[in-house]
């Protein structure tokens, strides 16, 4: 049995993107006892280089933007711990928020775990993961010096990892199940220049396969259905990003994309209902919202913060703000 | 003692997380500790012997026996459980 912390926090936040760590800011500014449970720091924005629409920043890289966020919800008393939260449940006036290693009891729930990077879901994905399995170009790119890869993926972020990839691996195959590439035109130009790159197009991956590491991708070509072996080290999969919001589905309402649906003060419903759901809020890139922006997220995290703060104090006191004018 | 060994790259965005990570560890629990970028010759050589594909990525040793290898952030829990165990 999971042990359950005795302390009960006022929020906990759930992700620590951009969305999750301005409403800890916001949060700890209302002196609410703030937890922050999420996976990493930094969510999405990790993997951009430089960002170019942050207000009050012309140009700034990413990883450096966020973790300039962490700094300043610290600082405002938020805690952070790394972990994946595997269920948020309620119970009486709290709710329980349960991880890998533990329970956690709080007033309120603040959903800001984002998108995470979409699967093939072919045999032997998963249990490669980690070991010649990527979902980030970035990060393990460099480990593949002159070896053979493939990416998957035919839009923006596929052809410029390929593009990435073909700078230090020996060869790399790029599998679309498309005759042509959904990426900027300027991309597929720069990338069919490269000599070390095959296009796989039409084609499907269909398992994965290896004992310590990555040794063969099959790929399955759409047209003619003919299968093929491709000795391989690596496979780095970029086809997109979606919500995964099924370990709360019974909590609260979602939209047929999974995307948790929240109104303009970021409240949740319950499911299939449209009576709002108190004590939980949702921000950032996991909501309906259309743009999914790091200031749009940003906003939707203070606005969360500031409301589970007015539930938290509904008919106790009027929200306040927080900050006072400089007088001349 | 255990021996852990973090392996990162300096274009990984999750490695410096990874390095507070461990060093918080360390200096809660006993253990011998080290950091080694996986473009060196030393860390080429480690990632081939243990088969490491992703960064961050700490191999934890005791006498080069029962060698367990954590990627990406992992469960505190799950750390320590190595480490204790």
Known sequence: MKRTEEVVYDTIIVGGGGAGLTAGIYAGRRA?????????????????DIIENYPGFTQIHGPTLMENFEKQAKKCGAEIIFSTVNAVKENGNEFVVTTDEKE??????????????????????????????????????????????????????????????????????????????????????????????????????????????????????????KIRELKVDGIFIEIGLEVKTDFIKNLIKVDENGQIVINCKCETYYPNTDKIR?????????????????VISAGEGCKAALQAYNYLHEGKQKLMADWVSKKK | MKKITLITTKQCPKCPMAKVFWRELKSEYEFEYEEIDALTKLGQSLIEDFSIMSVPAAIVQENGKDDVTFVGLPSRQKVIQAIEG
């Open chain 1, 32 to 48: 609410m006892k703030a937890l922050i449970i999420t996976r990493d720091v930094g969510g999405q924005v990790l993997e951009t």
């Open chain 1, 104 to 225: 956690y009891r709080s007033k309120t729930v603040i959903l800001a775990f984002g998108k995470t990077p979409k699967n093939l879901n072919v045999h032997g994905e998963k249990e490669l993961t980690g070991k010649g399995v990527s979902y980030c170009t970035v990060c393990d790119g460099p480990l593949y010096k002159n070896k053979v890869v493939v990416m998957v993926g035919g839009g923006n972020t596929a052809l410029e990892g390929a593009t990435y990839l073909s700078k230090i691996a020996k060869k790399v195959y790029l599998v679309h199940r498309r005759n042509e590439f959904r990426g900027f035109e300027h991309s597929v130009e720069e990338i069919r220049k490269k000599k070390n790159v095959e296009f796989v197009l039409s084609s499907v991956v269909t398992e994965i396969k290896g004992e310590k590491k990555v040794d063969v991708v099959y790929i399955k070509n759409l047209k003619t259905e």
């Open chain 1, 278 to 294: 108190p004590g939980v809020f949702a921000a950032g890139d996991v909501t309906d919202t259309p743009f999914k922006q790091i």
